[in-house]
């Protein structure tokens, strides 16, 4: 069941990665054809990534004399070829140029983000393998230490009963002392490194399972929040507080369908593909959204939304 989150959501953190085949584009391919071409791409990655934090917005604060001087200075770079990259993209409807500032068509596509948990849980997984290496690597030196000095001992013991054949029995039972403890430690090696070894499968398991997790929507409200996010020409949804009161009533489908898309696992429903189809929902098949959310007498498109991913992971699962 979708449960309403008390603390704070987790952060987020954005950056910038190459969409597939984003080479093969042909406006790619026009931009990489005129003068400095290649420059201009590496330029546009840089303004891309100067706006990642902002939906994709360069806000123009009139510091000069125009924007493009501005995200040279932002960006570090030459004036003149920002300004020539900027009328390439704009030529391309790549960009947007107002009084206000600069708007990237296709800041979407490349803004990826990560939450704070699942680098902090990166993080701890490589203090682990670090630290569970050094044990390894102490455990081995330690192990190398008793054989050494086991070698060094029956070797004395040989010596030893060359030279005087009166203590052969004497040297014969500290050879056999010897030798069982040098077996007694490896064993206790060998047991330690299969302990370790059961610890670590466990480890990475339980941090498997965290990542797993943090690439999903961790509850109903930050569905809602992708919703409004990404579909921003569709009917607002209502917020959650509100659903769960009237759950028993005027919201109680859209409710269920919440609890549903969130409680789907194996595997479960990733953020990436909630982003997918809200944005699909907002741009080419909005008319199509639209139109059955109405023939449904859905209070937003949202629902009819929700519906149709547990639709399509029904199908999948009888496939």
């Not at 924007?67 to 947007?96: G, M, P, R, W, Y």
């Not at 029995?169 to 370790?196: A, D, F, G, H, P």
Request: glycine share 4%; charged share 30%; proline share 2%.
């Amino acid at each position: 069941m979708a449960n309403k989150k008390e603390d704070k959501k987790d952060p987020r953190y954005n950056w910038i990665h190459i969409p597939e085949n984003y080479f093969d584009r042909v406006k790619t391919k026009i931009i990489r054809s005129t003068e400095n071409g290649n420059t201009k791409i590496v330029l546009y990655f840089k303004m891309l990534d100067a706006v990642k934090n902002t939906d994709g917005f360069f806000l123009f604060q009139h510091a000069t004399q125009s924007v493009s001087e501005e995200i040279a200075i932002q960006i570090n770079e030459d004036a003149e070829l920002v300004k020539a990259t900027l009328d390439t993209l704009s030529n391309l409807e790549l960009a947007e140029i107002s009084e206000d500032g600069c708007y990237f068509d296709e800041s979407e596509q490349f803004v990826g983000t990560i939450l704070e948990s699942t680098l902090r849980v990166q993080e701890w997984r490589a203090k682990e393998k670090a630290r569970k290496i050094r044990e390894a690597k102490q455990n081995e030196t330690h192990c190398n230490d008793t054989k050494q000095t086991n070698v060094a001992s029956e070797t004395n013991s040989n010596n030893t009963k060359q030279g005087n054949v009166t203590n052969e029995t004497e040297c014969n039972n500290s050879m056999l002392q010897e030798k069982q403890t040098n077996v007694t430690s490896e064993t206790e090696c060998n047991t330690e490194k299969e302990r370790e070894k059961e610890e670590e499968k466990e480890i990475d398991k339980e941090i498997n399972n965290n990542c797993a997790e943090s690439d999903c929507p961790q509850d109903a409200e930050e569905v809602i929040e992708m919703y409004h996010t990404y579909c921003p020409s569709l009917t607002k949804a209502p917020e959650f507080e509100e659903i769960i009161n009237r759950s028993d009533g005027k919201y109680k489908g859209l409710y269920e369908k919440l609890n549903n898309v969130i409680a789907i696992n194996n595997p479960a429903v990733t953020t990436n593909e909630f982003k997918t189809v809200f944005i699909n929902g907002n741009g080419q098949f909005k008319e199509a959204v639209t139109k059955e959310t109405k023939k449904k007498g859905y209070l937003c498109e949202l629902e009819f939304l929700l519906e149709s991913i547990a639709n399509s992971r029904k199908k999948k699962a009888t496939a």
